[in-house]
């Protein structure tokens, strides 16, 4: 990924960084490039409340409820988009690129309010008022979560997350979701009664599903699989459920925070199963208030700023 944003108090986007494929929603923007932050025309009129960023396309949620994508469309050719997979995750049905923000037609032709967005480098996930899960793009590896390795030119709802919702509705237990991130290739969700669910490639152990058994394989996922962290945790709460409240994916590594604070890492080729991180009591000041990975870094936000 070569390109940032940012989003300013009032609610106007900035890009900056590589334009290649239009991915800074400026225009045509092959091989043009900003070394500053320069305002997204398209929402001088919106007010954008989140926006995710792939490899070569761009995500954005508006206060509105829906989503705007912009960026690479696919590639032309029977085989490159059938077989190879070389299509984009714009989800407007087609392989154009766009290189201005386009709002994602499906969602608001079904009645769909956007809650939450999240991006992969070439997938898209995101959370809606129906207590469901949707997500478009390259399939391969089980990045969809579906049970197939096939692609989606246009949202598709996750029916393994439908059917817990419609058990949750028969049981009278709550359903919903806690929090939504993705990188690279995998997608993770937090669901309200604590459970980590995870699916895609998890080739670096970065998902925490896997033994290393196949350290030189390619380990997936292709159904949400739950991320078991007790054995991580100290001997004397081995009689609690862990209840985990957030989590962050980066390209090669994942971060999980349970109820008590307590942080955990898995990736790398290092770990793959959830480990205690060591923090250090003297740097942390009050509680982790926001977690985030990079290609294979950590970055914490407590609560004293």
């Avoid at 919106?46 to 989503?67: K, Q, W």
């Avoid at 029916?159 to 919702?165: I, Q, R, T, V």
């Avoid at 058990?167 to 991130?181: I, M, N, V």
């Avoid at 923090?279 to 407590?302: V, W």
Wanted: with cysteine.
């Amino acid at each position: 990924m070569r390109h940032s944003a940012v989003i300013s108090g009032d609610g106007q986007l900035y890009t900056y960084g590589s334009g290649n494929w239009g991915v800074l929603g400026h225009g045509n923007e092959r091989d043009i490039r900003f070394d500053k932050p320069k305002r997204v025309e398209r929402f001088s009129k919106e007010e954008v409340v989140d926006i995710a960023m792939g490899e070569y396309h761009s995500l954005a949620l508006t206060a509105d409820g829906n989503v705007w994508t912009w960026g690479y469309g696919g590639k032309a050719g029977y085989f490159n988009w059938m077989y190879a997979q070389e299509v984009g995750a714009l989800g407007h049905g087609g392989i154009e690129p766009n290189f201005t923000p386009k709002k994602v037609q499906f969602f608001p032709e079904n009645g769909l309010k956007v809650t939450h967005i999240a991006a992969g480098n070439t997938h898209c996930a995101v959370l809606c008022d129906d207590g469901n899960l949707y997500n478009w793009g390259v399939g391969t590896y089980g990045i969809l979560g579906n049970g197939t390795n096939d692609y989606a030119l246009t949202p598709i709802i996750n029916d393994e997350f439908a059917y817990m919702k419609k058990e949750a509705g028969e049981a009278g237990t709550p359903h919903g979701f806690r929090k939504l991130d993705a990188a690279n290739e995998f997608t993770a969700v937090v669901m309200e009664d604590g459970q980590l669910l995870v699916w895609g490639k998890n080739e670096w152990g970065q998902m925490g599903v896997g033994a290393g058994i196949g350290i030189d394989l390619v380990e997936s996922e292709n159904l949400p699989s739950p991320v078991d962290i007790a054995p991580a945790l100290p001997s004397d709460t081995e009689d609690k459920v862990p209840f985990i409240i957030d989590v962050a994916a980066g390209m090669r590594t994942m971060m999980i925070r349970d109820a008590e604070d307590r942080v955990l890492k898995t990736g790398l080729k290092i770990d793959w199963s959830p480990k205690l991180v060591g923090l250090n009591p003297d740097r942390i000041e009050g509680k982790i208030k926001q977690m985030a990975c990079g290609r294979g870094h950590y970055a914490l936000l407590d609560s004293k700023n």
